[in-house]
């Protein structure tokens, strides 16, 4: 056995960890020629696929997947078996609808395939430009081989994934959009390794020789593990790490540079945007799911049906006198297997009309369109960003209309992730800023004093703002080099653009005070202090990362003093403080936090040159590591960031997006309950939460934290301890709120997961803080799998909210300012965070609405048109005679009733617009899926049986003791009995969706006319033409509508069984309606009468103005209340809508 499996193993193909890439086909000098020249063979080529299917494959691949579906493949089989045995009906009654099913989205899917087929073509043969020989040759994009140099110019996308060798800029940078990648629009700096960037023509790539080690293709966007050695003429070489920094995507496009060139190093299905173009994990709406698990009810009726009725026919079989009537010769069959079985499966065909084969496609249809009414959505459109809502799924719309639980991000998503620069904390003294200047705070309150000249200390406070960062400097001026070129004194023209808002905001508060950031230039940072020019050689750049929760950089001074720059999270750099003012700091950021203030603490390490020596050769070996490089770097981060020199802290504002207290309330009252999960400090999170709504006054604070949770053990006592408090005080109504940090989740989530959820489940609001982004879908998840199993949903803007928006039932991404990973990864995605009030109370109230009425209408008339096959089966003795013809079988689903329920699921609104937002517990009504349980579910089935014994026992009644309906005595058979009450079916059924109607726009209208006339003018086509015996054997329906409907006896019978039939329906109609009025009359008059009892129950007259007392306001703080004009008499005017977003 060893044996064999050692034999196995060496048979299998070996895919190495890491890709070798000669570039431009050049072999290193070791290596022989044929290596290089042959490597492409080992890499797929550059062809873009996109679409599923080719002509050859299309029909057999695409029958295979329409055919997984349970609906379809149970029509196949029992078209096979019409097709097989003596079938009571024409096999057509169910190949015939199938096919349309098929046919339908066999058209739909293989028109999109073809829009991908024709995208790809444009793809593949766009132009491209390659070096070769020194000679730069235009090729077709697709192929476009690995190792290949390929040029790109100013605006053109980039074929495939690049190294980048050199740029126009001398500086070897160039600026890059990935707005197809990620959304982003600002524009991105990349650059080259300095030992190629003078690779300027394309004759001079005749010099190069070089070799890229890189990391074997992964669909993460922002992470590269790569090399490139540079060989010299004398066979020396050069070793230099490669990042996310230095390569070029696929899906970029080139921006104010005017041409680049790189290397190929990924090619077509191994570029990141193709791994990115996987399919997301699929899911399910609950409505879905009801859907199958009512289907499979449906399929066990109907397989109960046929066995009772082959009983009954063998039953009655062996009745002596009746089982073998003398005008039907052989009527009596031997019990075997073969004919119990051949019977079974006709009765089986005779009623498999109960299963509604149209409902699946329907419902697509009706999800797509709905999905689009999002997107067409004026008011949930934002102007200032010019985005409109954005379905990425429409499998989830109905799923809008269930949410319990909402998870929601508060960085960039309750607020404007717009960073003021307000306070800061330099050498234990505080400072603001007022009117655009600094300004040193009064330790008694009082008035503060502006700084006039920059102190040692604040000029290496604002110098380490200036210096540690990524920003990226662009010059209004600058159409092709940025602002490498351009300089401005005063830092007036310049835009500084970065990824995180809080160093643009350093940067830009450092330019108002006369510190002004110009850019990089010769691997220098410039900085202007009042004028005056200092470069900083930068060494290494220490990346932020969410574990350490800091970022470094490591320059070198004019008067070569080589200084470590850090800022980060308090917990994560006053840890590492040796020296400085470290307690008032942190006192000082305690203080910014209570007033909701985003804080960051800074501080700084000198380095002998011995340390640096040591400091540069630790980064230099984690940096070139092709193996766990980045477990390398996060050690050799943390060597190096310690024995740090507090300078101080910083304090950023960032307000809160308007209408952020009105959603938060209004989903509240609609049942829905807000948990707040973020990174911030406790305070910070805790002011935020009171500001928006989040937390109201009122409520009693319980807490879970590092100060009360130090370990397993008092983890769960405190929990103990507070779910008995919430018990005690539940008899007074009394509203908790829980905080969680995340150390103390850590310990909740293990051993105490299911107490800590009971203790969720008893308060009002939930804010866990100081989380990382795992344990953010650990919330999520938690209550995702609670046993009265909720529906959640999970909002957030930035890349750390992608996890919690895919654990949740509905992700949700807001279009803000960290990138679009989490809009990209969520189901659906809009500007501001007040629109989710519309999206859910609104939108996602109508998607439920519509589809539940519409999957509850498909069984619901199934059951009144096919059972009156059951009952016809007691009058014909279970001969398997079917009383309705195949046409009527064949299109009853397709076109009899299905375009009015289609139309609806579309347009109805049975309660409008502005009742749901101003009546948000409407909201509750239909949540827990309230609208598909069992007993919803039966009193529309049971309806459909009363319909059905309506109509059938009414026809019967009619026909009864042999009357004849004509003056001339003429008597009907067996196919008028079927047509006239499958007339009355049809308009019953049509009718009772008038009764479910609320709204009638004017394609509501004309869905019926349309229903009418059609079926009229597709059935007298049927009955009025002698059809050839190809399409129809018998012709014994020829003439039989037209017959049948012209008795106005007939027709008197219809109306009176239409009547008969819908007069339960009428009467639920009007208790509903009317129950609804006397509800809102009582409640008004309720609101009213308490109201106006107030002011005697307290003794004073009821106002709405604070008896709460004010606190003082710094400069800053009162600022954000006013508007920038002001009132004719001079004072300030007040932002009426600013009140609701502090604490007061």
């Not at 079938?87 to 046919?103: D, E, G, K, N, Y």
């Not at 001079?204 to 060989?231: H, M, S, W």
């Not at 749901?916 to 049971?942: D, G, Q, S, V």
């Amino acid at each position: 056995m060893d044996t064999l499996r050692r034999q196995w193993d060496c048979l299998k193909r070996h895919v190495p960890t890491d890709r070798t890439i000669y570039v431009d086909n050049k072999p290193s000098p070791s290596e022989s020629p044929e290596v290089a020249i042959h490597q492409h063979q080992h890499y797929p080529n550059n062809r873009v696929v996109s679409s599923k299917y080719t002509v050859w494959n299309f029909i057999p691949k695409n029958l295979f997947e329409q055919f997984r579906r349970i609906a379809n493949f149970y029509f196949l089989c029992v078209g096979v078996i019409q097709l097989i045995i003596d079938s009571p009906v024409s096999p057509a009654t169910s190949i015939a609808p199938l096919v349309f099913v098929v046919s339908v989205t066999a058209i739909k899917q293989g028109y999109e395939d073809w829009l991908r087929h024709k995208a790809d073509n444009e793809v593949n043969n766009r132009k491209a430009f390659i070096v070769h020989n020194g000679k730069l040759t235009q090729v077709k994009a697709q192929n476009i081989k690995v190792g290949d140099i390929v040029k790109v110019k100013l605006n053109q996308g980039f074929p495939c994934d690049l190294v980048m060798l050199s740029s126009y800029d001398p500086e070897g940078k160039c600026y890059v959009q990935t707005a197809n990648l990620d959304g982003e629009t600002n524009l991105k700096t990349h650059f080259c390794v300095p030992e190629t960037r003078e690779f300027q023509m394309e004759s001079d790539f005749n010099g190069l020789c070089a070799t890229i080690e890189c990391q074997q293709p992964i669909a993460d966007l922002y992470k590269f593990v790569g090399r490139i050695t540079i060989f010299n003429n004398n066979s020396e070489s050069v070793l230099k790490s490669l990042g996310p920094e230095n390569i070029l995507l696929r899906g970029a496009r080139l921006k104010n540079t005017p041409f680049i060139y790189g290397c190929a190093i990924y090619t077509g299905p191994d570029t990141k945007m193709a791994l990115n173009s996987k399919a997301k994990i699929t899911k399910f709406s609950r409505v879905e799911r009801g859907m199958n698990n009512y289907l499979i009810i449906f399929l066990v009726i109907l397989l109960l049906e046929a066995l009772v009725s082959t009983v009954l026919a063998y039953w009655y079989m062996n009745q002596d006198k009746i089982g073998d009537p003398w005008y039907i010769p052989g009527a009596k069959q031997s019990l075997n297997a073969k004919n119990v079985i051949s019977d079974f499966l006709s009765f089986m065909i005779l009623y498999n009309y109960i299963i509604p084969i149209s409902l699946y496609v329907t419902v697509e249809v009706q999800k797509f369109v709905g999905s689009l009414f999002l997107q067409w959505d004026l008011e949930m459109y934002d102007e200032d960003s010019d985005s409109a809502t954005q379905a990425n799924t429409s499998d989830l719309n109905e799923e809008l209309g269930q949410v319990e639980y909402l998870f929601t991000d508060k960085t960039g998503t309750l607020t404007e992730n717009d960073m003021q620069f307000r306070q800061c904390s330099i050498n234990a003294i505080k400072y603001e800023e007022v009117g655009g200047h600094l300004h040193e705070m009064a330790t008694q309150g009082g008035q503060s004093t502006p700084v006039l000249r920059l102190t040692p200390e604040i000029e290496e406070f604002l110098e380490l703002l200036a210096l540690c960062h990524t920003v990226r400097v662009d010059h209004h001026e600058a159409t092709q080099t940025g602002a490498s070129a351009l300089y401005s004194h005063t830092g007036m023209e310049y835009e500084y653009q970065s990824s995180s808002p809080d160093e643009k905001a350093f940067v830009e508060a450092c330019c108002r005070y006369g510190v002004v950031f110009h850019g990089t230039r010769d691997d220098h940072l410039e900085v202007t202090f009042h004028g005056e020019m200092r470069r900083y050689k930068l060494l290494h750049v220490l990346e932020f990362d969410a574990t350490r929760k800091r970022m470094s950089v490591i320059v070198q001074r004019e008067n070569d003093e080589i200084v470590l720059l850090c800022k980060g999270a308090e917990t994560a750099v006053l840890k590492l403080g040796i020296s400085g003012e470290i307690e008032k700091t942190n006192q000082h950021i305690h203080d910014y936090a209570v007033l909701g203030l985003r804080t960051l603490a800074i501080g700084k390490r000198v380095f002998t040159p011995k340390e640096y020596e040591k400091v540069d050769t630790i980064l230099t070996e984690a940096r070139n590591a092709m193996d766990k490089r980045e477990e390398k770097l996060e050690e050799a981060f943390q060597a190096i960031e310690r024995d740090l020199h507090i300078l101080g802290a910083t304090a950023v504002e960032d307000r809160l997006q308007d209408g952020v207290p009105e959603t938060i309330t209004t989903l509240r009252r609609a049942g829905i309950k807000v948990w707040v999960l973020t990174g911030d400090k406790e305070e910070t999170a805790v002011n935020i939460s009171y500001s928006a709504g989040h937390i109201h006054d009122g409520m009693e604070e319980l807490r879970l934290t590092k100060a009360t949770c130090t370990d397993h053990t008092t983890c769960g006592e405190e929990i103990t301890r507070n779910i008995h408090r919430c018990q005690v005080l539940n008899s007074s109504n009394q509203q908790f709120v829980l905080i969680v940090d995340g150390f103390s989740l850590t310990f909740a989530l293990g051993e105490h997961s299911e107490v800590f959820r009971e203790l969720c489940q008893m308060c009002g609001a939930v804010l866990c803080c100081r989380m990382s982004p795992l344990q953010k879908a650990e919330v999520v998840k938690l209550m995702k799998i609670a046993k009265h199993t909720p529906v959640t949903a999970a909002i957030g803007d930035g890349a750390n909210d992608v996890s919690m928006i895919q654990e949740a039932h509905v992700g949700l991404g807001i279009m803000g300012k960290e990138g679009r990973q989490a809009v990209r990864n969520s189901d659906y995605a809009f500007a501001k965070f007040r629109f989710l009030q519309r999206l859910l109370l609104v939108h996602g109230h109508y998607f439920y609405y519509r589809l539940a009425t519409l999957v509850q209408y498909f069984f619901y008339k199934n059951v009144a048109f096919i059972t009156m096959q059951l009952f016809f089966a007691f009058y014909s003795s279970f001969s398997q005679q079917s009383l309705l013809a195949s046409f009527h079988l064949m299109f009853y689903n397709i076109t009899m009733t299905s375009l009015p329920i289609f139309i609806y699921s579309l347009f109805e609104q049975h309660i409008s617009q502005r009742d749901l937002i101003e009546k948000p517990h409407l909201y509750k009504e239909i949540t827990k899926n309230r609208m598909l349980n069992k007993r919803n579910f039966l009193k529309w089935n049971a309806l459909g049986l009363w319909h059905v014994f309506v109509f059938f026992f009414g026809v019967v009644f009619l026909f009864g003791s042999d009357v004849p309906l004509w003056p001339n005595g003429q008597m009907m058979g067996i196919w008028s009995f079927g047509t006239i009450a499958y007339t009355v079916c049809v308009i019953t059924v049509n009718l009772k969706l008038c009764l479910e109607t609320y709204f009638w726009p004017l394609p509501m209208f004309m869905a019926y006319v349309i229903t009418g006339v059609g079926n009229v003018s597709m059935t007298l086509v049927y009955t009025m033409i002698f059809w050839p015996p190809l399409i129809q054997t018998l012709q014994d329906y020829y003439k039989v509508y037209t017959t049948s409907l012209g008795c106005g006896t007939v027709w008197f019978c219809i109306v009176v069984l239409a009547v008969i039939a819908l007069f339960p329906d009428i009467i639920i109609r009007v208790a509903r309606d009317t129950g609804q009025k006397i509800s809102e009359s009582t409640k008004r008059r309720w609101k009213c009468s308490w109201f106006m009892c107030l002011p005697f129950i307290f003794g004073k007259r009821v106002h709405s103005e604070s008896s709460v007392p004010l606190q003082p306001l710094s400069s800053h703080c009162t600022q954000k209340f006013i508007t920038d004009h002001v009132a004719d008499n001079g004072s300030p005017v007040i932002k009426a809508r600013s009140i609701t977003k502090t604490r007061l």
